[in-house]
């Protein structure tokens, strides 16, 4: 429908736009005007203003402005008609007569859509129903339950060729009507359009499209069922079959759950993509509220761009195959073109062979969280794509790098986000190949110098170098012994560690282990480690000389300064380690770019980093 720009500017007028906003953000007046937190960007200081004489709004910390209609879109995730509609019935106002053409589209689409409800609603009776026992017994299988059928309206397919039919169309005398609430019976061509029917090529009686398969409502960002997806059981092909496109339905701009996901989506400022129907379910089960899918198709530019009004940064959650890797690389090609200053994508890697579903069942909500949390940036993805299994140990091969990610970030339209992307390439590049003439402490991210350990005393820090080594591990455990409440806190960071000493890592792992007993104060763990074997190790931990170097480790030592003392020394301990390691990671990309390689290579890097400013802090 379109809208004259009188009608437009009536409605504005009609609504005072603080009124619209706040509905959704609690703002208080200030002057002529009104401010608030920013419902786009996450902020502790308002700066989000509104401007009711000028009918505009606009946040000083991410730039969002735009007027009431805007508003509506962004923060309901709706087309521009629909808010306009939103806000027209906010007003009292009625909209424009549409054109006859406006109207027929309309009314196609009205009954359309009441077939396609009278569907949903028929599939899950047969799902309840004794047609339904292979379906529900599936579902359960895969840990579906009766709360996620409800709420994705899930249902079944009988396997008969007419089932759905005959339940749904008219008799041939019925015409080709709109369908009477009365009987609730439909023309056959309508549920042909709909995609419910299938017309044979040959001629014939038409029959249903779905058969012998678990149905998901597909719905559209108001929750209007538009068309279905049909899973098979058994090993029917295709698995999945989708309803075909029609005037509601255009599989590459629709979302499954987007409906749903929609509110939790705003309200957590995140947005995750699975690939599939089940994923979704398993995600919405496990807390994941905010989960959508494509519709067995690449995430297209379309869906995009739905996603990009519901978070600036939507994360894409495939599985950890080839193909999942393959969806990812598709997604992260298309996006490249798209990007804007805020808007991109992130990738967050399952382990090889799971899948959100498979994930949640084996590991819980956490290890899905962890891996959401640590999601790659749209920018690693292409970099990983164009260097993964590329040998790079000649200058014609890095030439050949750096040519394929020059050509990736010119395909960026945004000016600004097409520099940064070089500069993001570059730096990347120069990371994985330092220059020559950088020394090898700046090269291999050694820490500053003058790291001491923690607690020292001043003026000790040539000494501190020599044998820190040495005696950080004494440092780390006497303080767990003579304060075992801090074991909830650090315990698996010291259950991950390695000591050099056999007798040391022993004692350790057997100081871990007594963690899981409760009540354990200092003289019952020294007791325990005792009745164990440890009497030696003990005498070698609880010196004077450990304590001169670690304050913290003292048993009368403050708690605070205990927990902060051991993180400190901890950090100290994994520094030679971390750069072990690094090291290696560094020939293993030599060797071969693959995505595992320069995955460690990366986290590593970062891991000193981190390592390098607290190194700053505690000797500043």
């Known amino acids: 429908m379109r809208f004259t720009p009188e009608?437009?500017?009536?409605?504005?007028?009609?609504?005072?736009?603080?009124?619209?906003?706040?509905?959704?953000?609690?703002?208080?007046?200030?002057?002529?005007?009104?401010?608030?937190?920013?419902?786009?960007?996450?902020?502790?200081?308002?700066?989000?203003?509104?401007?009711?004489?000028?009918g505009f709004y606009h946040c000083f910390g991410c730039q969002a402005h735009g007027d009431a209609i805007e508003f509506v879109m962004k923060t309901e995730s709706l087309t521009f008609p629909e808010a306009v509609e939103r806000l027209a019935n906010l007003a009292g106002m009625s909209l424009p007569a549409p054109s006859p053409q406006d109207a027929g589209r309309e009314r196609v689409g009205r009954d359309l859509a009441a077939a396609l409800e009278a569907a949903a609603r028929w599939f899950g009776e047969q799902l309840s129903a004794l047609a339904g026992a292979s379906a529900r017994a599936y579902l359960a299988g895969r840990g579906v339950?009766?709360?996620?059928?409800?709420?994705?309206?899930?249902?079944?397919?009988?396997?008969?060729?007419?089932?759905?039919?005959?339940?749904?169309?008219e008799t041939p005398s019925g015409g080709n009507s709109a369908p009477a609430p009365a009987s609730g019976k439909f023309p056959e061509k309508l549920l042909v359009a709909a995609g419910l029917l299938i017309v044979p090529e040959r001629g014939g009686a038409t029959f249903d499209r779905f058969r012998g398969r678990i149905m998901f409502p597909i719905t559209d960002r108001r929750g209007r069922t538009i068309a279905f997806g049909g899973r098979g059981l058994g090993d029917v092909m295709p698995k999945y079959l989708n309803s075909p496109e029609s005037p509601l339905f255009h599989k590459g701009r629709v979302l499954y759950n987007l409906a749903n996901a929609a509110p939790a989506a705003r309200e957590r400022g995140e947005v995750i993509v699975a690939e599939g129907y089940m994923d979704v379910i398993a995600l919405d089960q496990g807390g994941f509220a905010n989960a959508v899918a494509p519709l067995g198709t690449a995430l297209t530019e379309d869906q995009m761009i739905e996603l990009w009004r519901l978070c600036d940064e939507p994360v894409l959650c495939f599985d950890g195959d080839d193909a999942g890797m393959r969806a990812a690389g598709s997604a992260a090609e298309r996006a490249l073109p798209l990007l804007k200053p805020g808007k991109s994508l992130r990738f967050?890697?399952?382990?090889?062979?799971?899948?959100?579903?498979?994930?949640?069942?084996?590991?819980?909500?956490?290890?899905?969280?962890?891996?959401?949390?640590?999601?790659?940036?749209?920018?690693?993805?292409?970099?990983?794509?164009?260097?993964?299994?590329?040998?790079?140990?000649?200058?014609?091969?890095?030439?050949?790098?750096?040519?394929?990610?020059?050509?990736?970030?010119?395909?960026?339209?945004?000016?600004?986000?097409?520099?940064?992307?070089?500069?993001?390439f570059e730096r990347r590049f120069d990371e994985l190949f330092p220059a020559r003439t950088a020394g090898p402490a700046r090269r291999r991210g050694?820490?500053?110098?003058?790291?001491?350990?923690?607690?020292m005393p001043a003026g000790e820090?040539?000494?501190?170098?020599?044998?820190?080594?040495?005696?950080?591990?004494?440092?780390?455990?006497?303080?767990?012994?003579n304060h075992p409440e801090i074991l909830d806190e650090v315990g698996e960071d010291l259950g991950l560690a390695e000591f050099p000493d056999p007798g040391l890592d022993r004692l350790r792992q057997a100081i871990v282990e007594a963690g899981g007993i409760q009540g354990l104060d200092t003289e019952g763990l020294k007791s325990h480690l005792r009745n164990q074997g440890f009497s030696g190790e003990l005498r070698s931990v609880l010196r004077t000389e450990v304590y001169q170097h670690s304050a913290f480790a003292r048993p009368e030592a403050a708690l605070e300064s205990?927990?902060?003392?051991?993180?400190?020394?901890?950090?100290?301990?994994?520094?030679?380690?971390?750069?072990?390691?690094?090291?290696?990671?560094?020939?293993?990309?030599?060797?071969?770019t693959t995505p595992e390689n320069q995955r460690r290579f990366f986290d590593l890097r970062k891991r000193l980093h981190e390592l390098e400013l607290k190194a700053r802090e505690w000797i500043g």
Do not use: N
């Open 348 to 424: 967050a890697l399952l382990p090889a062979g799971e899948d959100p579903d498979s994930l949640l069942r084996k590991e819980g909500p956490e290890a899905l969280a962890k891996a959401i949390e640590a999601a790659w940036p749209l920018a690693r993805m292409i970099w990983a794509m164009e260097s993964a299994g590329q040998s790079l140990d000649t200058p014609e091969r890095r030439a050949h790098l750096r040519h394929r990610l020059e050509r990736r970030a010119a395909g960026v339209q945004d000016p600004k986000v097409r520099e940064e992307y070089r500069r993001d």
């Open 145 to 169: 339950d009766e709360k996620a059928i409800a709420r994705f309206r899930l249902g079944f397919a009988p396997e008969r060729r007419d089932a759905l039919k005959s339940a749904l169309a």
């Open 7 to 54: 009608f437009l500017d009536e409605l504005r007028a009609r609504v005072p736009l603080s009124e619209v906003v706040g509905r959704k953000v609690q703002l208080r007046k200030r002057g002529h005007d009104h401010v608030g937190l920013c419902p786009f960007h996450r902020e502790k200081t308002p700066s989000f203003t509104v401007h009711d004489d000028k």
């Open 562 to 592: 205990v927990r902060k003392g051991w993180k400190e020394a901890f950090g100290k301990h994994q520094l030679p380690i971390l750069l072990a390691q690094l090291r290696e990671a560094e020939e293993a990309v030599a060797r071969d």
């Open 446 to 455: 050694r820490p500053a110098p003058g790291f001491a350990v923690p607690g």
């Open 461 to 481: 820090g040539t000494r501190a170098r020599v044998s820190g080594h040495e005696i950080l591990p004494k440092c780390l455990l006497a303080a767990v012994i």
